[in-house]
Structure formats: C-alpha cells, structure tokens
C-alpha cells in the first residue's frame, strides 16, 4: 500500500499527518510552530516527524497547506502573516531533508481540495468552497480540478468588495466580505454593542467578560430567540448572500461548500444567504447552484494537501 503525508502549517502549529489510499489519516504529529520562528528550523522538525511516520511506508508524495500568499509553482510562501514569514522557499527547505516530491499550496486550498474529495457527490465537477473562520479564505475546483490562476492566487474569496467604504480590512482595503464574516470582526461589532448599551440576552455574558462573546456565544443566543444576535447572522448571511451571487454568475459552480467553525452556524446565516441570492435575475446558475455545510472535519487540510 502507498501513502500520502499532508502538512495543515498554521501559526501555532503544524499538524502532520500519514493518510493513505482510502483518504484516511492512520498516523499523525505536530511541531509547535511559534517555537520555530526561523523558517529553515520549522522546516527540519516538520521533515523529522515526515521521517518517523513514514518509516517502512513507500510514500507518493508531499502536500503543505500554508495560510497565505503562496507561489505553488515554486513552492514558495510569498507572504504569511500568520507565520510571518515573506518569500519562504518553503518546497527547498523541505525537500532538502525529504525525497519525495513537495507540493506547497495555500490551506483553504488545500482543504477545499480535500473536501471535494471526501464529501462532495462525483457528480460535482465545479465546486467553490468558502472557509469561514478568523479569516475568509477559499478553493474553486472546475471541470474537477482546482483552479490556482495566474500567480497562484485564485480563490481569494475574503477579499471580494461588498461595499466599496466599508470597514477597514487587514489587507489595507475597505469592505472586503472577510471584515463582515470573519471571527475578530464580528466579535468587535458586538462587543462595541454591547458596551454602547445594545439590549440583548449578551449582555450578561459581555460584563462577566467581553471575551467571552465568540461567535459559538452569539449564535446560541440567535437560536434562543435574542433579536439582537439574529440580526448579526442575518448581516453575515447578506454579505455572503452578494459574495456567491457575484460567484455563481462569474463561475457558475454546481455547489458552494461552506466549512470552518463559523459554518456550523448553518441556517442562521444560509437563510438570509438565500433570500439575498434569490434576489438575482439571472436566475438559471443561482437555481443550479446546491448549498453545502462541510461536516465538521478538523483535520481536512492534511488530508487535502497530502493530496495536492
């Protein structure tokens, strides 16, 4: 039997794992990342748990999920800003310690990729999958393969304009859907609520702790009836709702998967997602197009960069 490894390289971590022929993970480690800072030293201990998980295993190849902007035809990480890192030739490094062939790609990506092969029905050929969490990232697969671009950068989803003065966003635009979807901005909106006197069931919770408003907070007390907190999602659901109305005119995908701890919100943001796409004209791909919530898969970016 042949197997795969698949490295999900985040800011904290990097989480390794041996997958084999059936897409499943039969062995796994981690390096604590933040312990690295210099990159050729992350680089040697990720290569040494590689080694120990596949000692006597005949491997086909290795795949890194890397939050960022990422050169996959060099396999270099242009910009982390989790990692901090800026033009990491990250594919060298590794492959001075491995022997087998190094793919390194973006982790929604990655993780995109391995959903579509894990819980998308074959029949799928044009997929986009949006990760909802701290940040917004995205994958397009189309005709079945995943869709890099010109410079690796497609799929940048969360840094599509919903309204052109918005908020201000980490990339040094304004608007960007990942400034009304993404976790750290979500949690600011609502606590600046709150302390400005907003009424709702959170503001309990927000004078116990302001840290303790979270999204997993805001969402039971959507569930629970609180007005307030249903509005929040039914803002989330909107802006998503003008982001994948301008994606299914523009790629016209089969599904949009949605996956990432913000996502197991469901229907408290895909209702206000469908009425705002049901609002399109062009109604032939916004008919066409399914709705998916991923289940909830924590480690989908190694199995979908083992399989880059």
């Known amino acids: ?7 999900d390289l985040g800011g904290t971590s990097a989480k390794i794992g041996l997958v084999n022929s059936s897409k499943k993970i039969v062995a796994e480690g981690s390096v604590p990342s933040a312990d690295f800072p210099d990159p050729k030293d992350l680089a040697n201990h990720v290569a040494d748990v590689c080694a120990r998980l596949s000692a006597g295993r005949k491997i086909q190849g290795v795949g890194v999920g890397v939050a960022g902007d990422i050169d ?3 396999g270099v990480v242009r910009v ?16 001075r310690r491995l022997k087998w062939p190094v793919t390194v790609d973006n982790d929604a990506k990655a993780a995109a990729w391995g959903l579509y092969h894990t819980q998308v029905p074959r029949t799928i050929k044009h997929l986009i999958v949006m990760t909802l969490g701290t940040g917004v990232g995205g994958g397009v697969i189309l005709n079945g ?7 690796g950068s ?5 840094h599509m304009n919903i309204e052109e003065n918005g908020p201000l966003c980490n990339c040094g635009n304004r608007g960007c859907l990942e400034t009304y979807v993404g976790r750290p901005h979500i949690e600011k909106k609502v606590r600046a609520a709150l302390e400005g006197g907003q009424k709702s069931s959170l503001q309990a919770l927000f004078n116990k702790d302001p840290d303790l408003i979270t999204p997993l907070a805001v969402s039971e007390a959507a569930e629970n009836g609180d007005a307030y907190a249903i509005s929040i999602w039914n803002d989330i659901g909107r ?3 003008i982001a994948v109305g301008d994606l299914v005119y523009l790629l016209n995908p089969q599904m949009i998967c949605f996956a990432g701890g913000l996502s197991q919100a469901r229907e408290l943001f895909l209702k206000p997602l469908r009425e705002t796409l049901a609002l399109r004209s062009f109604k032939t791909p916004v008919n066409a197009v399914r709705l998916k919530v991923a289940a ?6 190694v199995v979908g960069a083992s399989l880059l």
């Open 80 to 95: 982390s800003p989790n990692l901090g890192w800026k033009n990491v030739p990250l594919k060298r490094l590794l492959s």
């Open 145 to 151: 393969v995943l869709h890099r671009g010109a410079t």
């Open 154 to 158: 497609a799929g940048e989803v969360g």
């Open 1 to 7: 039997m042949t197997f795969r490894i698949g490295i």
């Open 239 to 241: 802006a998503l709702g």
């Open 72 to 74: 996959s035809n060099k």
């Open 296 to 301: 909830n898969a924590a480690n989908i970016g």
